[in-house]
């Protein structure tokens, strides 16, 4: 003799059943989000690092003049390039043991990324990059261009600070406030010194000047 | 039957999951690993940039009695930074020299000598040194003798590279092992070219006590305006001013500072009075004038090289400036107070001789060593490594500069690379006759070095002895009046105009 489930058995089980899907459901879909979330944050630090360390490396050892590579260091709001004194390991363009080699950083707003090239090889960054904005600290202040052939020498250093595009694509121009998801400061080795609270001054009176503005 | 079928099945997917689990630990270590090396080589890196600045200003610390002559004193260990369990040092090298600093001032400037000049220094040396010598001659200006290795194909590569670092292009454990060899051999072995050469030769134009020099010409021209430069002249004797204004005003062509001496020398004044006015005024113009060499420490194949002095001369310098006393060390006049020049000669020569350094090089390391403990400072997963970097410091100014700076941590990959490269083009080439210098990969770079004859050193003569004839033909003197500027990475010299 064959029993079937009762009526409430049934139910029962079809809701432990539903509750359980809907828990494995839950769970998968927030797995997923974070895999995605880890998986860009993870992205955007290998891309932060890569041009981060790009740049720190060229500043410790930046020259003035590269001869045939160029001014020493150049650059605008949205790129920078840097010739250094390293040792060339016969990639990239140079030749083996060279002394000069150049690194630089641009961004490019249409396909938001970030390039890096160094010597003859161009890379592209693939954390995708709402902006990229770069200023030169010279003892006057803060710039927005530097060119070390207009007999500037050194500045202070430089800051790069990046927003990275996590709304895939949003077009509303970024605040002038807005915090950058990266900034660091790079000081160029043997640049004229300027004294940190000079510093905190010029950065004082910027902010001051920017209220004005507003 | 089922029971078993089940039970394997569960065994399948428990085995799976540890795999899968252990992947990702694995993918998970890897990726800290590559971090932990990535943050282990910028530490390393700013450790020997705090290295180059702390070398730099425990120089520039002695500005004073460095621009007087004297050699700087520096401690060899610069930093001990603990960073947990470990330990980065920070330490200054000895260079090929066996010091610590290096006179820039003691080498003959790859941009302003002569080519007969600059070849004279390797005439016993290798072929490859000489071609690279011959290769800076032609292709100036050059940014720095370091630099010149590139100029050879890479075939050749690790011999320009023995040649131009020598014992420096090992770094870390590697330059460890090789230092009790190297101090050995040192001495028997040629210099290489970075010892011997430059490309930041510019003098300073400034005084014992870091002061600008005078300049000759513009105060006498402005002293006839009644100018303010009438009460720097003041610092002259009479007879002094008048030898130095009539040099000044009589000359149509520019001259170099040897002038300065031989009209000084034509009134009779006193030799350490000759030398307190040359080293305190000049007839060149801006902040730096042509090269000089420094006779207390130039090596004696730099120092024959220079027309007017020759080997012999040379010979007898390095002879004799080791008993120097203090007041003969802040001149080159002892040249001929111990009658190795005759005034004439001293003359002739005085323009491009000196007798202090305002540039020196260094080389900063930084790396993991055992901590005080006993302990290895880096443990076996560890990234391990070395960073390194070439400078020269300029103290002329009032705050120091670093004229030349460079990254070499790359040395050891760059050689494996080269010497992978050098093989693969002698295996290209096994076919073809060798030559008699065709380079062997490991052999090249770490088998013995090739013969060389050291320069012939005449015997040490009693300082009563005449002075040899000098062989330079006729009294130098510069075409024109211009205006040489520092040359170095911070402003802009190599490479321009």
Same mark, same amino acid.
């Given at each position: 003799m064959t029993r079937g489930f009762s009526l409430l058995e049934a139910l029962v089980g079809v809701a432990i059943a539903s509750a359980f899907l809907g828990a494995i459901a839950i769970f998968t879909t927030n797995l997923g989000d974070s895999r995605a979330r880890l998986a860009r944050s993870s992205r955007e630090i290998v891309c932060i690092e890569s041009v981060f360390g790009a740049i720190e490396r060229a500043c410790a050892s930046a $020259?003035? !003049? =590269? *001869?045939?590579? *160029? @001014? *020493?260091i150049v650059g605008n709001e949205t790129s920078v390039r840097i010739v250094c004194s390293t040792i060339g390991l016969g990639r990239d363009g140079q030749q083996i043991f060279s002394e000069l080699g150049a690194t630089a950083v641009s961004f490019d707003p249409g396909s938001r990324r970030i390039s890096l090239r160094r010597g003859g090889s161009l890379d592209m960054i693939g954390a995708p990059v709402r902006e990229m904005r770069v200023r030169y600290l010279a003892v006057d202040g803060w710039q927005d261009a530097f060119d070390t052939? +207009?007999?500037? =020498? /050194?500045? $202070?250093g430089i800051e790069v600070s990046v927003w990275f595009d996590?709304? !895939? *694509?949003?077009e509303d121009e970024l605040p002038a406030d807005a915090v950058p998801d990266r900034s660091r400061f790079f000081r160029v080795m043997g640049a004229p010194r300027v004294d940190p609270l000079a510093i905190r001054r010029i950065d004082r009176e910027r902010e001051a000047a920017r209220e004005e503005q507003r | 039957m089922r029971r078993g079928f089940v039970l394997i099945a569960v065994l399948i997917v428990i085995a799976a999951a540890i795999l899968v689990a252990t992947g990702a630990i694995f993918a998970a270590r890897g990726a800290v690993l590559g971090s932990r090396a990535a943050d282990f080589d910028r530490r390393l890196r700013d450790a020997a940039l705090d290295g180059v600045a702390l070398a730099a200003d425990a120089i520039a610390a002695q500005r004073v009695a460095v621009l007087a002559g004297a050699t700087p004193e520096v401690d060899a260990e610069l930093l001990r930074i603990a960073d947990g369990a470990r330990q980065f040092e920070v330490r200054l090298v000895p260079l090929a020299n066996g010091e610590l600093v290096q006179s820039e001032a003691g080498k003959l400037d790859v941009n302003e000598a002569a080519p007969s000049v600059l070849a004279k220094p390797v005439e016993s040396a290798s072929e490859v040194a000489r071609q690279l010598i011959e290769a800076m001659s032609a292709r100036? #200006?050059? %940014? %720095? $003798?370091?630099? !010149?290795? @590139? &100029? $050879? #194909?890479v075939a050749r590569s690790l011999d320009a590279l023995r040649e131009v670092l020598g014992p420096m292009r090992a770094l870390g454990e590697e330059r460890d092992e090789a230092e009790d060899g190297a101090a050995r051999a040192r001495g028997a072995e040629f210099p290489p070219l970075v010892s011997l050469y430059t490309t930041l030769g510019a003098e300073p134009l400034v005084d014992n006590a870091g002061n600008p020099r005078l300049d000759l010409v513009a105060a006498f021209r402005d002293d006839s305006s009644g100018g303010p430069a009438t009460a720097s002249l +003041?610092? /002259?004797e009479d007879v002094e001013r008048e030898a130095l204004q009539a040099l000044v005003k009589e000359s149509k062509d520019p001259l170099d500072d040897a002038a300065i001496v031989r009209a000084l020398l034509g009134r009779g004044v006193a030799l350490p009075r000759i030398d307190e006015l040359v080293a305190s005024s000049t007839l060149e113009e801006g902040t730096h004038g042509a090269p000089r060499i420094d006779i207390v420490r130039a090596d004696a194949r730099v120092l024959a090289a220079l027309d007017g002095i020759g080997p012999d001369i040379a010979a007898r310098i390095a002879d004799l400036r080791e008993t120097l006393d203090e007041k003969e060390r802040l001149g080159t006049s002892w040249l001929v107070s111990r009658l190795i020049l005759t005034p004439e000669q001293y003359g002739a020569v005085a323009g491009r &001789?000196?007798?202090? !350094?305002a540039l020196w090089r260094f080389r900063v390391e930084s790396r993991v060593v055992q901590g005080e403990d006993g302990e290895s400072g880096a443990p076996a997963d560890e990234p391990r490594g070395v960073c390194a970097f070439d400078c020269v410091v300029d103290i002329s100014p009032e705050s120091h500069r670093l004229a030349f700076l460079r990254d070499v941590s790359m040395l050891r990959s760059a050689r494996v690379i080269a010497a992978d490269a050098v093989a693969r083009s002698a295996e290209d080439q096994s076919e073809l006759p060798k030559t008699a210098d065709s380079s062997d990969a490991e052999a090249t770079d770490d088998g013995p070095p090739t013969e060389r004859v050291i320069l012939p050193r005449s015997e040490p003569r009693a300082i009563d002895s005449p002075p040899q004839d000098a062989t330079m033909p006729g009294v130098p003197v510069r075409p024109t009046r211009g205006r040489v500027s520092a040359t170095g990475r911070d402003i802009g010299g190599a490479g321009q105009p």
């Open positions: $020259v003035v !003049s =590269g *001869g045939q590579q *160029g @001014a *020493g052939a +207009e007999g500037a =020498g /050194f500045p $202070v996590r709304a !895939s *694509g949003t | 100036r #200006p050059n %940014s %720095s $003798v370091d630099a !010149s290795i @590139a &100029l $050879v #194909p +003041e610092r /002259f &001789l000196t007798h202090r !350094s």
